[in-house]
């Protein structure tokens, strides 16, 4: 009855509260226990790996553990090791908005506007800590974008509190599920440049975004109806238009469009998780070519770079 009920929360989450941030968590199953693990990203310690190849750095938060009770099974959560090792949890349904607990989150225009599709609250799930929360919330600066202490112990370390931090200012600690990329029949095209769609790393190099400068991107192919194409270039700050060669592109009378689209799961100040970060025409091929030949550029992989 525990895998009935439960194995279907498998999988990847976000955390919405740490808008415009976010941070990657995986839930899985480990000796019969339901792990919460938080995924960071830094630079890789191993000798002759590129220093743009990250390591990943898992920071166990919470485990949900289980016991079947005649007709029923009991969950009862404890938080792992560090700041949270004290805490008690009981598991919630997802309420369908949540909002920033993160002042940087307030600078955006209504982050429940913001966050995003790619988030599935259905399949999401709220730790309530059955104290409440702290006398004296936090001030949240752990969460600032600066560099923890150097390597995998210290952002291990790092992420635990940051944690603490979020779950005492509200005294809950809300997990939205990471929906799986669309599967599109765009992908059964033999004329579109084909790559996998799921969860990527990418470095943006900045050294403002300190921590956070590893970010995850939900990548997928998407089609669209040409009256709502402008849906894919909306931001935070305003509505976003489509380029205008995009749209001149499109006017051969073509009804829809196929597109490569790159979404934040984890963000930054300048493009919030939830927001398109990259967009490429692929279908239909006459407007894709049109498009091309409006500009003198070559495209290349990172890795190929």
């Known amino acids: 009855r525990t895998l ?6 498998e999988g990847f989450y976000t ?23 938080a995924v960071r990203f830094c630079h890789s310690s191993v000798e002759g790996v590129d220093d743009d190849t990250p390591s990943e750095v898992y920071a166990r938060l919470f485990e949900i553990s289980f016991s079947e009770e005649a007709d029923d099974v009991r969950a009862s959560v404890r938080f792992g ?28 225009r209504g982050s429940s506007a913001v966050l995003p599709t790619w988030m599935d609250v259905k399949r999401g799930f709220s730790l309530v800590c059955e104290a409440g929360g702290g006398d004296e ?11 923890p202490a150097s390597g995998e112990e210290g952002l291990r370390e790092a992420t635990t509190r940051m944690v603490h931090d ?6 809950r600690l809300d997990l939205a599920m990471v929906r799986s990329p669309l599967e599109d029949v765009l992908l059964d095209d033999p004329h579109i440049e084909q790559l996998r769609p799921g969860l990527y790393v990418g470095n943006y190099g900045h050294d403002f975004y300190g921590q956070f400068k590893w970010e995850v991107l939900h990548v997928e192919f998407r089609e669209y109806a040409l009256a709502n194409i402008s849906d894919l270039f909306a931001r935070p700050f305003g509505d976003g238009n489509p380029p205008g060669k995009l749209m001149e592109a499109l006017t051969g009378g073509a009804e829809r469009a196929g597109f490569l689209v790159g979404t934040k799961v984890t963000g930054d100040f300048h493009v919030p998780a939830g927001q398109a970060t990259f967009v490429a025409m692929v279908t239909p091929s006459v407007s894709k070519n049109l498009l091309v030949g409006t500009r003198d550029m070559v495209v290349l992989a990172r890795v190929d770079a």
């Open 4 to 9: 009935e009920k439960w194995a279907v929360l």
């Open 15 to 37: 955390l919405p509260a740490a808008f415009p941030w976010c941070m990657l968590v995986i839930l899985r199953f480990d000796n019969g226990s339901l792990v919460g693990e």
């Open 81 to 108: 090791v560090g700041a949270l090792a004290d805490r008690a949890a009981i598991v919630q349904p997802l309420a369908a908005a949540v909002a920033s607990q993160l002042p940087w989150g307030q600078s955006f």
């Open 137 to 147: 919330p936090p001030e949240l600066d752990t969460w600032a974008a600066i560099m």
């Open 166 to 171: 979020l779950f005492e200012a509200a005294g």
